[in-house]
């Protein structure tokens, strides 16, 4: 298994651009989640979907759209990106993964930064 | 509103040195409190969740405990490869995780 998979690893953006960050997990979890983390500020919930087709605001969801596109994927864009956007981003995922208790699965990252 | 603070932000031990990180938290109704290890340039990587007070978690050099209001992460005779970002976060009522806002350690040969 994989795990959880972000695309991509690096991006330059420009301020205006707009973009998709790409996250996919194969450990069939129902819940899916995208963070930014920032230096000093931890892990920022963005958004996330407890289950396929339902989608909901986290704690900073402003500039930012979701989509669940099925139960592997979810994706998250940046219509207009903006300096304040520079961030690492993931994606996660919660659900069993061959222990008995449930947590939360994180992917590598992607290192963002609007110029 | 859920919290998380985490102590101290940074710290420098020598090889063998114990020493312990500090969580503490506030949620309303605590569904589980989790560690993760983040290594520079990688995403967190769980390592324990607590689900009541008095609980205990144990792997390696790590032990992880837990009160009402706070957890703490003890590292027994720590090793380089201990060297990491460490986080705490908590889910409550809400089933959203709050995360705090790490603490770097650095274990020197």
């Known amino acids: 298994n994989a795990g959880v998979t972000q695309t991509p690893k690096f991006q330059v953006l420009k301020t205006g651009q707009s973009m998709t960050l790409q996250c996919a997990q194969d450990m069939n979890h129902n819940s899916m989640y995208w963070y930014r983390q920032d230096p000093g500020m931890g892990l920022r919930l963005i958004y996330y979907?407890?289950?396929?087709?339902?989608?909901d605001k986290g704690e900073v969801p402003n500039g930012y759209n979701v989509s669940r596109l099925n139960k592997r994927e979810f994706s998250l864009r940046l219509e207009s990106a903006a300096p304040s956007q520079t961030s690492v981003y993931f994606c996660a995922s919660w659900g069993l993964a061959g222990r008995s208790y449930n947590e939360q699965f994180f992917g590598p990252g992607t290192r963002l930064t609007v110029l | 509103e859920d919290q998380v603070t985490q102590s101290p932000e940074a710290l420098r031990l020598q090889e063998g040195e114990s020493s312990s990180l500090n969580c503490s938290y506030t949620v309303s109704g605590l569904r589980g409190l989790f560690w993760y290890r983040q290594d520079p340039g990688k995403g967190p990587e769980f390592l324990f969740t607590l689900y009541s007070a008095g609980e205990e978690k144990e792997k390696e050099r790590l032990k992880a405990t837990l009160t009402k209001k706070e957890s703490f992460l003890h590292i027994t005779a720590p090793k380089p490869e201990d060297s990491a970002t460490y986080l705490c976060?908590?889910?409550?009522?809400?089933?959203?995780?709050?995360f705090g806002q790490g603490t770097t350690l650095q274990v020197k040969p």
């Open positions: 976060a908590v889910k409550g009522n809400t089933g959203k995780l709050i």
């Open positions: 979907s407890a289950s396929e087709g339902t989608t």
